[in-house]
């Protein structure tokens, strides 16, 4: 059974850091693009940041450029995402995904985690 696991969610105060991880198992997503996608009460679920199979191309949405970072070790089937200065807006459930390319949407992606909980406070 193919599942991918996230970990690392949350309560922090604004200003501080995180860092999720994505655990796969069940196959080898060496060759696939790794996503986390993220989504608030309410809201849509949002593009956060894409790293390509081998790590050379990243992607990253604007509210996030600069103060998260993407990356991934295909020995341990795991991508992670650096979460620093955070801010309450970044209050979303992240959810880790996996496609055969990079993408900034979500329809690409064919394998989804189950969320892991963030929480900044003010």
């Known amino acids: 059974q193919v599942q991918l696991v996230e970990s690392g969610g949350g309560l922090v105060q604004a200003g501080g850091s995180l860092r999720l991880s994505c655990a796969a198992s069940g196959r080898t997503f060496s060759g696939y693009a790794r996503g986390w996608f993220r989504q608030a009460p309410g809201k849509e679920r949002e593009f956060v940041a894409a790293?390509?199979?081998?790590?050379?191309?990243?992607y990253y949405a604007d509210s996030v450029k600069g103060r998260f970072t993407i990356s991934r070790d295909n020995a341990k089937n795991t991508v992670y995402l650096q979460m620093n200065s955070l801010k309450p807006e970044d209050t979303a459930v992240y959810y880790c995904a996996a496609s055969t390319y990079i993408s900034t949407e979500r329809n690409p992606y064919d394998y989804w985690g189950q969320g892991t909980q963030v929480t900044v406070s003010s």
């Open positions: 790293i390509s199979w081998n790590g050379g191309s990243t």
